[in-house]
């Protein structure tokens, strides 16, 4: 089975300018997340999607970041307009069942985002 | 509020140990946790789940044990070879919500 692709796997963007990332879960995969990770840190959640709705984004900063997940599969995050402390690698899972079950979530590779 | 703690030092050990890595956590009430393992420029890869009422649970060389008490959870890799080194995550679930530790890095030598 094919994994979690995300692309670009790096951007290089000043600070003010918009970005935006891709990923396509593991098909059939009902729940995605996107996390923001900062260099020696532990993954911190950005948003995530049951299906097409959302099921928490209590810590997505909405004032320059949103997220939608278009007919419940590919997923975009967008960053506008980017700060310096928005350097950081954004990581997108997806898990099988639907939250609150027992689930393992599957991580794609990764965007490196460096903002100048 | 919400906190997990892992060894913040990098872990050094000899080929063959057995390496072991701690993950506490404060006010929170987890459904289950896991452990992950990340390489450098790579997004974590799944390696063991285990449940509240679960004390303990094997995999190959993997082991994870969960003292719900001491709202800790150990993670031991036995027979260690260098492709072990890597950083090891722990994540907590519960309440529909999962937080990630900041994870350790464990280097073996050969």
């Known amino acids: 089975e094919a994994g979690v692709a995300q692309s670009p796997r790096y951007k290089i963007i000043e600070k003010r300018q918009s970005v935006a990332f891709w990923c396509n879960p593991i098909?059939?995969?009902?729940?995605l997340y996107w996390y923001q990770q900062i260099l020696g840190q532990g993954p911190k959640l950005l948003i995530q999607?049951?299906?097409?709705?959302?099921?928490?984004d209590s810590q997505l900063p909405k004032d320059r970041f949103s997220a939608e997940r278009l007919k419940g599969v590919d997923s975009t995050l967008k960053i506008q307009p980017a700060k310096l402390e928005d350097s950081a690698v954004y990581l997108c899972?997806?898990?099988?069942?639907?939250?609150?079950?027992?689930?393992?979530?599957?991580f794609g590779p990764g965007t490196r985002l460096t903002v100048l | 509020s919400q906190k997990i703690e892992q060894n913040s030092e990098a872990l050094n050990i000899q080929e063959g140990k057995t390496a072991t890595l701690t993950c506490n956590y404060t006010n929170y009430s987890p459904a289950y946790l896991q452990w992950y393992r990340q390489d450098p420029g790579r997004g974590p890869v799944f390696l063991l789940l285990i449940r509240e009422n679960e004390k303990e649970k094997r995999k190959e060389r993997l082991k994870v044990t969960f003292d719900t008490t001491l709202k800790q959870s150990l993670f031991h890799i036995t027979a260690s070879q260098p492709a072990d080194s890597a950083t090891y995550l722990c994540a907590l679930t519960g309440g529909f919500k999962t937080i990630f530790g900041a994870g350790t890095r464990l280097f073996v030598k050969a």
């Open positions: 098909s059939g995969h009902a729940t």
């Open positions: 899972a997806s898990s099988r069942l639907a939250g609150g079950l027992t689930d393992t979530q599957y």
């Open positions: 999607f049951q299906n097409n709705g959302v099921v928490d």
